[in-house]
């Protein structure tokens, strides 16, 4: 049963995974990291971490992926001209994604092959342990994610600003911001 | 019948080339973008699958929730990232009409 779920999921998530590197329109590559992501977070059910499943689903496919679309449609970015040349360095990338996924592939199954993921105790998938993890040892640099997030918001606000051309300080101030 | 970690682990290699071809291959600069996320995605599975082997080897439950808090950090940051990057690309968009990385070679050697 837990294999036959692994396996569904597992199979979904690495096809829309090719289907958004492939596919030549970016809002159906967006729709397909969406697929994606939401069968990693089913696995990270199954492995015992709902409550990062939950964050992944909304900070993820909520916030990050809509920004995305909102993005491309605000770009108007449509479908990727087909390649004027270098079809050998197609090919070079393809070459060494697979020879790295391989060797990487390779690496990790013999390693914990013996290893299966048994009964687990119900303290784990708790939030609370989590929360009490993430709240005292780790509490200084969740603060200063909490900075990296704010000056993130401004730096974008202000990368995304039309400039007004000369510099002189314009009418409608701030109201225009790019998002 | 019960998964082995091994096979999460396979997972997310397999994740993180795909993710590696797009991002090599792709010359939509947004799409790069995407294969991007989709990488960091695949090394949160990894890390997920590590933060139980450890809960399952007998370590402090502090200690195996580490993987996890982790993940949590890689998130907030592929927030703050994507914001600051799209911005970055409507900037660009505004200045050259593309974001094609190939035509972006300004500062091409």
């Known amino acids: 049963m837990e294999l036959a779920v692994f396996s569904v999921f597992a199979l979904l998530a690495v096809v829309s995974a090719a289907v958004v590197v492939l596919h030549r329109n970016p809002v159906y590559s967006v729709m397909s990291l969406v697929v994606t992501l939401i069968s990693l977070a089913a696995l990270f059910v199954m492995l015992g971490a709902p409550l990062i499943a939950a964050l992944l689903v909304l900070v993820y496919t909520g916030a990050i992926l809509v920004l995305f679309l909102f993005v491309i449609m605000l770009l108007n970015v449509g479908r990727e001209e087909p390649a004027t040349g270098g079809a050998a360095q197609k ?84 109201a225009e911001g790019g998002r | 019948m019960s998964v082995p970690v091994a096979g999460y682990f396979v997972l997310a290699a397999a994740l993180f080339a795909i993710g590696t071809l797009g991002a090599l291959t792709r010359r939509n600069g947004i799409t790069i973008f995407l294969s991007i996320e989709l990488m960091l995605s695949s090394v949160n599975l990894a890390l997920i699958a590590y933060s139980r082997v450890l809960a399952e080897a007998g370590y402090a439950l502090e200690a195996a929730l580490r993987g996890q808090v982790i993940v949590f950090f890689v998130i907030a940051i592929a927030a703050a990232e994507a914001a600051v990057g799209l911005a970055l690309f409507i900037a660009i968009y505004r200045n050259r009409q593309t974001i094609d990385v190939n035509r972006l070679n300004l500062m091409r050697w």
């Open chain 1, 91 to 174: 090919w070079v990338a393809v070459a060494s994604a697979l020879m790295f996924g391989t060797i990487l592939g390779t690496l990790l199954w013999g390693r914990h092959f013996g290893l299966a993921s048994g009964p687990l105790d119900a303290e784990y998938a708790r939030p609370l342990p989590l929360a009490r993890v993430l709240l005292s040892e780790y509490l200084l640099p969740f603060e200063m994610v909490g900075l990296l997030l704010l000056a993130a918001v401004i730096a974008a606000t202000v990368l995304a600003r039309r400039s007004e051309p000369g510099g002189e300080p314009d009418g409608g101030g701030t």
